[in-house]
């Protein structure tokens, strides 16, 4: 009987437990799509610093000595994305409009690393990747929907 009592119990603390989690683990996603109005496989808090240097590595066949110059901007960058996500003095607008400097001045400063071959295939991907999330609107680039 007590065998029993007890199985009842971590049953009923585990179901307890998990829509918790869940609610946890949601709320957080809302917060990070809230933040920057990103997709988060976009959002640079989802989109693992080691896992993007890797995909630059063999898009660009970045060198030895450029991907540990990467791969430190791309941390560097998801640091201070995730300080701007915490800072909940900022305006949404605000938050937006400061990521997507720190995006900028990352994309910037892996582009200085390239050479002109490296460069020209990373502003096509980059081209794309801003065609497909449309994220550039009513900023002055150009965008396919504005003719």
Known sequence: MLKHSLLVLMLAGVIAAVPAAIAQDSGSGDQQSQAGGAPPEHSHGHFDPAKRTEMLTRQLNLTSDQQPKVLD?????????????????????????????????SEDQIRALLDPGQQKKFDAIQSKHEQRQGRYQGDGAPDSQQQ
């Open 73 to 105: 901007i791309l941390k560097s960058a998801q640091s201070q994305m995730q300080g701007l996500r915490s800072d909940s003095s900022l305006s949404q607008e605000d938050r937006r409009s400061k990521m997507m400097q720190i995006h900028k001045a």
